[in-house]
């Protein structure tokens, strides 16, 4: 057997590159969008390059891969990227190839052209009922629901500014969605149910106690079991217990569900970085479709368009027009849970008799 | 033939105009891969009971490395034995995810042949994410990825896979050059990446300007931001050509034919308020200028990051898990960024020395600076105090001095006080 390779690290990340990338990297001058979905870049050198963004699923089959490629082959000499946001980007060199590329992608069907610029572009998530353990949501059927349904804002430029929508199923947030524009977010409402005949044989019980940020877990002692007990006035459903102790889950069909949280950015443009403030506190899971976080993810899009000044990110429009005036316009409801009671809470309490009727 | 199970529920998702997932999935268990068909069979059980079926880990992996493996076990693995072992294999992308036909389709054959052939393209810190092996697999996926020149991402408490956004490769905007900081990064510190020795995960993420594509600031321990100290280049006869209505506002981002109004839409929202604009020049107090990206991004052929540039670091950003979110803080406010970079290895390794002494099991180094305190860290970092790292200076008045602080130290003798003041 050949000698055992490792720490290579990945492939160099020029590789890859088509030669005019290799030519003109660091030269680049300027980008216009030409439409929805179709970049030009434009070097020092003269040199362009044409990038064709398109959404895919993240989840895929090696065969989709093959679909790319070959489309790929056809048009870019083999060269495409993704995008941090799962979409896939053809890299054009030969312009005559351009349209030809777009009318082969539109006959493919499950390449959708768009996600550049003003748009809705394709949802950052995670694993959910595919893959993970801990969801309380899935993921993929969600985002295809609300791609579905929000699918004319990805291939065009009717939006404000940018709107980034992300999906976790749980509050560890492997898709980071605590800085999006729109966050849909998979909770748990129930504490962890004990298997007390087996936990002692499953976990380590000092450690299933220190993982609980809340303190909420104690050992006790049930049925002549070594076991724990979790005073569920303090639990607020984090799971990072069953993360350490398999014999305490929190999944439940009519516990868990989706929270809707807005207003977030990353971008320094303009105002500075915002965290994702909550918009919905709790919505059913209903697969297949989940049509009440549809229309509400809806709801917000629209009193965002109708209200925001072009340039504007929803969480600048929500802070401009005020945060009662937001739950005015989108038509949601303000309830106690939108009160933070956690460690910071005070800090997001009105303390002025500045505000709107 | 072909394993299939009935799925109702999820045959809703091949309706509509967004690809399918679901449709993708059956063309594959289509041609013969249980694993696939299992898969789909399982999740409509999921559609049904509204919990997920999946198991804890357990421990599995390739020799030698800590991490890159996800182990993952199905609840049901009578029902569906094709997903019985399901475990996850990160492979390391290249920086900004640029690929070519020829050598993807060989991974990817890797993949028909050992795994269930479904795929993440990418996982959210930007591996590949080969999603379904049986344990006794994991080796030889290894040993065939290794021979091509792939290797394995990060899991667990270690440094986890570096990304950037794709930086000066296509990308005008980039002061840094991004993507070859992150392989420098990956490179040097593999042992870090593979095998896990720290309190808990680690993150780098580079961008290559303040408009944060890979979101560095909220999604890295380290983020790694782009940035300028002189002034902002201007084309003078380009601003012209915006005025005149000649390119399109926003590099095209709303359509060919919003164009700008220099005044309002450059000018007004100009956070710090530093640009002038008469109708015939466009002026930039730049001393004044926070480097925010806006007025670039509205016009992308007459204004340009300065040349002077670097990065600036910010430190400490994670998910809410556990005391809340936390955004990264500006620790480094500036620094070169030249291979090989040793200026900000030097920062890197004596943070991770602070970390690795002072943080506490499953703490984000975040969090160790939130216990401890930023002046602590910059203290241990050797970076001096500057406004910079502050919105604001403190409001509360509880500062502890410590006791060299202070002339004379803190003892004293109550007996030279008594001599100044009765009882
Ligand atoms: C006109 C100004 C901008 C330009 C030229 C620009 C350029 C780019 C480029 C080249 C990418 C692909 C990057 C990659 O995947 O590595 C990208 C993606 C992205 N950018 Fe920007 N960016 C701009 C403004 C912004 C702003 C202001 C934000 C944040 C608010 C932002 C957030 C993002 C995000 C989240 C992605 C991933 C998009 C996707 O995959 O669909 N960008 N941008
Ligand atoms: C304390 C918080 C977190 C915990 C306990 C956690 C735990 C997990 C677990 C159990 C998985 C496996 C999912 C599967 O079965 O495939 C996973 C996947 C993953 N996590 Fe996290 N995670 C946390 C936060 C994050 C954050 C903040 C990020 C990124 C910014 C992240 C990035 C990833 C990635 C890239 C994957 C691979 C799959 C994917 O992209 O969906 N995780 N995480
Ligand atoms: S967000 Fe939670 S449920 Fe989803 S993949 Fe990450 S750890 Fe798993
Ligand atoms: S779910 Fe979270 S808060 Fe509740 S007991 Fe478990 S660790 Fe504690
Ligand atoms: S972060 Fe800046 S340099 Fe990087 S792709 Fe985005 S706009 Fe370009
Ligand atoms: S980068 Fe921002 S702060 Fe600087 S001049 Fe432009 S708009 Fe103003």
Known sequence: ?357 | MAKKHQTPMLDELEKGPWPSFVTDIKRMAETGKDACADLLGQLELSYKDKEGHWKHGGIVGVLGYGGGVIGRYSDVPDLFPGVEHFHTVRVNQPAAKYYHSESIRKIMDIWNRRGSGMLNMHGSTGDIIMLGAFTDELENIFAELTSLGWDLGGSGSALRTPSSCLGQSRCEFACINAEDICYDLTQSYQDELHRPAWPYKFKFKVDGCPNCCVASLARSDCAIIGTWRDDIRIDKAAVAAYAAGEFAANGGAHGQDVKLDIQKDVCDLCPTQCMAWDGKTLSINNKECTRCMHCINMMPRALRPGKDTGASILVGAKAPILDGAQMGSVIVPFIKMEPPYEEFKEFVEKMWEWWDENGKNRERIGETIQRLGLGTFLAAVEVEPDPRHVKEPRSNPYVFYKEDEVPGGFDRKIEDYRKRHAR
């Open chain 1, 1 to 357: 057997m050949a000698e055992r390779l490792t720490d290579i690290g990945p492939p160099k990340y020029d590789l890859f590159w088509p030669q005019v990338i290799k030519d003109n990297a660091g030269k680049w001058l300027y980008h216009d969008i030409l439409e929805p979905g179709v970049l030009l870049h434009v070097s020092e050198t003269g040199a362009k390059i044409w990038s064709v963004r398109c959404g895919t699923t993240r989840l895929m089959t090696t065969m989709m891969v093959e679909d790319i490629c070959k489309l790929a082959d056809q048009f870019c000499d083999g060269h495409f990227r993704f995008t941090t946001r799962n979409n896939v980007e053809f890299l054009v060199v030969d312009e005559s190839k351009l349209e030809p590329l777009k009318k082969a992608l539109k006959a493919a069907g499950n390449l959708p052209i768009g996600g550049t610029g003003a748009s809705i572009t394709n949802i950052v998530h995670t694993q959910g009922w595919v893959h993970c353990h801990t969801p309380a949501i899935d993921a993929s059927g969600v985002v295809k629901a609300v791609m579905d349904d929000l699918f004319e804002y990805f291939g065009s430029h009717k939006m404000p500014a940018q709107v980034r929508i992300s999906l976790a199923c749980c509050l560890n947030m492997c898709g980071a969605v605590h800085c999006s524009d729109i966050a849909i977010l998979g909770v748990h409402r129930k504490p962890p149910v004990i298997e007390h005949t087996h936990l002692d044989k499953m976990c380590e019980i000092p450690t299933t106690i220190a993982s609980c940020p809340t303190a909420a877990i104690k050992p006790a002692k049930v049925d002549d079991f070594k076991s724990v007990a979790v005073n569920a006035d303090r639990c607020m459903f984090c799971g990072n217990c069953y993360t350490m102790c398999p014999a305490m889950p929190l999944a439940d069909a009519d516990g868990d569900g989706i929270a809707l949280w807005v207003g977030g950015k990353v971008s320094n443009s303009k105002s500075m970085p915002k965290f994702s403030k909550l918009a919905v506190p709790f919505i059913p899971n209903e697969p297949p479709r989940w049509p009440t976080t549809v229309k509400m993810v809806r709801q917000i899009v629209e009193a965002y368009v109708a209200g925001a000044n072009r340039y504007e990110r929803l969480g600048e429009w929500a802070e401009r027009i005020g945060w009662e005036r937001f739950f005015e316009k989108t038509g949601l409801e303000f309830t106690h849970h939108h009160i933070d009671d956690y460690r910071f809470a005070a800090t997001t309490w009105r303390t002025s008799t500045q505000f709107k009727w």
